[in-house]
């Protein structure tokens, strides 16, 4: 298998636009002959509902939660990249395109990274004509802030909740779309199988999660807008409800998954504090603007209070390694520091699993008011959650699983191998490559539904124009339902002894310690011995109680657990091939001297595309190289 | 810590509910309030006891799904969300009653859960800016002085939990639906169609069964985002202006 990222030809600069001077447009009047099902209602579903819905496409939208609004893009705190230079200090749709490269670990696709900085400026537009209240100056014009990974001012954001307005803005123009009839939307509907027919998307089977009727939905194009995978880990910054279960029932039907082990550990948590913990909870990265953060130079310092720590005994070591980013160094980097130097022995706050992220020398040099007004809601939410209060004693804080930068592999087009899927946003692998910046996942969610996919979706659906429509009576349907039906039936009839959190748990565990910050040979080794035990001790002992034709939350946990048991191993093989350190992937055998991460371009400089090939098979990678015409891959450093 | 709860249990939406009451014990102090049902439903799925359903999404404070009815306040003690309460705000041995958040227009799907849709329906009525996408002048052209927007913000800050409707007598709507005529409303993108906005929404909230404001003001007490009561008033006044306008037939 041979694949085609379908990149136009032409120089970096001018490839989207003469894509979009060339690509297949369909006529007014024949938009609404194609119906298009998009699953998911997050910045990148939401948006590219609306947009579709406003050019006449019939579009169809499901999602698991009870309104559409409450999508876990909601829970975005810090911002949004655009390369609008409004503070004149040197930012351009390159710069942003080559930081955006870099802090990826020159392991994303050129052409779509320079598409995302293109159109990032036109995002904030939209946005603020939709009345999304960015944050403005005195003088009526909107402010930035810095981010990590950048040297430039260039991150738009609504206080601490950029996300919730990003996609209440999104959410509004579908709701203005559903009114006008053109988009029509299922709520707590869950996607559970993709349909195929010869070979091409034309479908979902779906449950209802209120009646729990299975049934199909068919469609000219189906676009997964779903969302990534973290909580594989159990414990992470997702809300409770996110779920692989819809990119991996695709990635049964033969969509291949692209470099599922680039997951992101965002460096500013709330530490855990006990083991019915059920989420973490994450404090934006922008508090790392003003925020310094810091342990005890000294082991025996660390049960001390903070205060009585002096100046001269404290290590402020992201200051001190990356002297030129300091406390902005990108997320990967920041994570494995805090990692380290816990593992030191220096961590503070329960098992030693913390760092401190102090405010006092920013409240003495603005007054406390200024930094209520930008960081006011987090300080609530930290004192609300720890029962501390954070202007007057550092914040502790520990890395956690936050972001998944794999994700389906998807062309040019954002068109996954199976003709006809389309993937957008966290769901899809294209342009984080192995680390991801801050203030860029808004971005790509909303560039993919505003203005990409727009423009793209006419690609595929030009050649299908006139063609047979599918029916749900069609027998690719049935088979998928019965599919679904007999898996249900599964999940229920097993009646044995251990709940479905007990298994997610002791997955998550396995996945965090050998998946997650550091990896290693062994490591992984151990993990693919272990989780396929654990799956099959869940088909045999797992106890699912209640019927499959009502609300049902167990049962809704147990189909999404049965599908992280499969995706962990995915995770960790993908893991276990890539011999190298790049971004959020550390394997502790590939090294600098300083414990930087070490790259292998030469063997690596690749996107494995891992081919489902049945349930007790193991997985084919297929390859797509990486091919840098415009950057050289440096060694990325922050120093 | 240890609690008894009273916790309602309802099989379906055309079924009748009733209290049950559940033990919870070794309740950490740290754990929220949802991580203690967590808990708890460990425990009554032991026993053989189908969990207690119960909606909740990102436990941080922000998506609006959980909506708990805590000793009879919506989200319970203290102004923030259900997943935002922590059990160290009660003393230990509590007797603790928990229902879905109450409205007619809220049913309930099973056991807390409840349907919100009514919310969303009210703003499909007019809640947004009709614009197309990329039609959009640049962002800066528009200078909005820094203290409307930060009002704006204060009123776009909702989470559409629906508390507001839940604690009222009335079962009113009107902090959620002025907060968002107050969002949109104060903005110039949004000014263009503030009357049919607001003759639209406070008409479909009217027709979804919400009752009007008479000035209790327990949707502000409750309500996690802050909203305050004084945009009702702004709605109340735009609602006027609108209606006037429109029966004497002047363009809107």
New interface residues.
Partial sequence: MILDAKIPAGPLDQKWTSYKNHAKIINPSNKRKFKILIVGTGLAGA?AA??LG?QGFQVECFCY??????A?S??AQGGINAA?N?QNDGDSVYRLFYDTIKGGDFRAREANVHRLAEVSA?I????????V??????????ANRSFGGAQVSRTFY??G?TG??LL?GA???M??Q??AGTVK?F?RTEMLDLVLVDGHAKGIVVRDM?TGEIRSHAGDAVLLCTGGYGNVFYLS?N???CNVTATYRAHKRGALFANPCYTQIHPTCIPV??D????L??MSESLRNDGRVWVPKRREDCGKAPHEIPEDARDYFLERKYPSYGNLAPRDISSRSAKEACDDGRGVGPGGLGVYLDFAEAIGRLGQKVVEERYGNLFE?YG??T?ENAYQRPMRIYPAVHYTMGGLWVDYNLMSNVPGLHVLGEANFSDHGANRLGASALMQGLADG??VI?YTIGTYLSAHFGKKKPEVTDAPFRDAEKAVRDRTQRLLAVKGSR?V??FHRELGLIIWNQCGMARSQSGLEEALDRIPKLREEFWTNV?V??KGE?????LEKAGRVSDFLEFGELMCRDALARNESCGGHFRTEYQTPEGEALRDDENYSYVAAWKYEGENAAPTCVKEPLVYEHVEQSTRSYK | MNFTLRIWRQDGPSVEGRFEEYPALNIPEDASFLEMLDIVNEGLLGKGVEPVNFDHDCREGICGTCSLTINGVPHGPDRGTTCQLYMRKFQDRDVITIEPFRAAPFPVLRDLAVNRSAFDRIIQSGGFVGERSGSAPDANSVPIPKTIADVAMDAAACIGCGACAAACPNSSAMLFVSAKIGHLGLLPQGKPEKNRRVLKMVRTMDNEGFGNCSNYYACEAVCPAGIPAAFIARMNREYTLASAMETVGAPL
Avoid: W
């Fill in positions: 948006s609306a947009t406003e939660q009870d309104s559409p609004r409450r876990h909601i829970a609008k409004y036109a904030i537009d939209q946005c603020v004509a939709q009345g209240p960015f944050a403005r100056e005195y003088g009526g014009l909107l609504a206080r909740q919730q307005q209440l959410y509004q123009e709701s203005a559903i009114a939307m709520p209120v910054t809300a409770t409800g504090s006990g019915y913990q059920s989420k909870t994450l939410m609300n959650i029962g505003y203005f727009p709940s959190d007990s106890n109680l209640g009502t609300f049902n939350q167990s």
